[in-house]
């Protein structure tokens, strides 16, 4: 069971359906990659509750989600290989982005030119 694959496909269909508010299961990778499509403006705010169990993240404000999904196997990559995986998970260049779990945290694609680190692909968004 993937619980972020849960989470993002939570978010999609809420989306598609016309909500603007979902709650989604928690975990350290989940927010990490919230806080992502909270700074590339694909939701506005979420937020950790905590049930008692393991808590969830209530997610508001879903904006521009059109697909998404996670990559599994999660492929390591050098940074060499960066324009060829684009290539493949996104449909045009400049739109969506990958989110990549490198030693230095979680980024995206954009931000891994700047790093010129490889890394391991997580999911892709757009």
């Known amino acids: 069971m993937d619980l972020l694959a849960d989470a993002l496909n939570i978010m ?4 598609i359906s016309g909500r603007n508010e979902c709650k989604v299961p928690a975990s350290k990778i989940i927010g990490a990659v ?19 169990k393991s808590g969830f993240y209530l997610v508001k404000g879903i904006g521009s989600i059109n697909k998404c999904g996670v990559i599994t196997p999660r492929v390591a990559f050098k940074f060499s290989e960066l324009a060829d995986i684009e290539e493949q998970y ?28 490889g890394g391991r692909l997580m999911a892709y968004v757009y």
Do not use: A
């Open 90 to 117: 996104l449909p045009s260049r400049d739109f969506g982005i990958l989110i990549i779990s490198t030693p230095k945290g979680m980024v995206t694609n954009q931000q891994l030119r700047d790093m010129k680190v």
């Open 34 to 52: 919230l806080q992502i499509l909270q700074k590339e403006d694909y939701i506005k705010e979420f937020e950790f509750v905590d049930d008692g």
């Open 12 to 15: 999609k269909v809420l989306r």
